[in-house]
T-cell receptor, first 117, second 113 residues
Framework: DAMVIQNPRYQVTQFGKPVTLSCSQT?????MYWYQQKSSQAPKLLFH???????NEADTPDNFQSRRPNTSFCFLDIRSPGLGDAAMYLC????????????????FGPGTRLTVL | QKEVEQNSGPLSVPEGAIASLNCTYS??????FFWYRQYSGKSPELIMS????GDKEDGRFTAQLNKASQYVSLLIRDSQPSDSATYLC?????????????FGTGTRLLVSP
């Protein structure tokens, strides 16, 4: 089955210790997104890639970086995690941007729960 | 900042009843509208998308869109305890160049047996 996969599902790190979260997709979608979601809050978009074009949200801290080495994989790097970065990190994909009729439906992976000690 | 608003709930309905979830949005240029279901501790799951005014039905789910009133709703017929979850409304709008979704904070639905 075509799907969005995230690894690891649970990540524990220490304050200030870099961490990398990974996302892969077998949907062959052009767009990949990274969201941060805290308890009882809406998902917050951090950035997205359209193919190789990177789009950073204005309020995404510099502490968060992303890489997309190929169509299938995308990584979220947190350079120096703080206690406030503890959250669920969600990867999503869509076939395209902007177009209606199903092209911009976003499909989420299972998420990575990050704990910062 | 364009917004998507939902009543946080919880909305409590008995098993077998119709659950009605509502969402309003502020960006008049919005063109794509989505409902996601999110179980506690899990990721959002797309359950409905709607792009034009009117109703769209899929099994027990019906999405309703009224662009003039900037209102989108989700009806769940014959509600089951397994429908208990948070339902997120998401809108893809003009002011973001249609490049991203704006999510509401969700409505928590509780279906009692």
């Amino acid at each position: 089955d075509a799907m969005v996969i995230q690894n690891p599902r649970y990540q524990v790190t220490q304050f200030g210790k870099p961490v990398t979260l990974s996302c892969s997709q077998t949907l062959n979608h052009n767009v990949m997104y990274w969201y941060q979601q805290k308890s009882s809050q809406a998902p917050k978009l951090l950035f997205h890639y359209y193919d190789k074009d990177f789009n950073n949200e204005a309020d995404t801290p510099d502490n968060f970086q992303s890489r997309r080495p190929n169509t299938s994989f995308c990584f979220l790097d947190i350079r120096s995690p703080g206690l406030g970065d503890a959250a669920m990190y969600l990867c999503a994909t869509s076939r395209d941007l902007g177009l209606a009729g199903g092209q911009n439906e976003q499909f989420f992976g299972p998420g990575t729960r990050l704990t910062v000690l | 900042q364009k917004e998507v608003e939902q009543n946080s709930g919880p909305l409590s309905v008995p098993e077998g009843a119709i659950a009605s979830l509502n969402c309003t949005y502020s960006d008049r240029g919005s063109q794509s509208f989505f409902w996601y279901r999110q179980y506690s501790g899990k990721s959002p799951e797309l359950i409905m998308s709607i792009y034009s005014n009117g109703d769209k039905e899929d099994g027990r789910f019906t999405a309703q869109l009224n662009k003039a009133s900037q209102y989108v709703s989700l009806l769940i017929r014959d509600s089951q305890p397994s429908d208990s979850a948070t339902y997120l409304c998401a809108v893809n709008g003009w002011d973001t160049g249609f490049q991203k979704l704006v999510f509401g904070t969700g409505t928590r639905l509780l279906v009692s047996p």
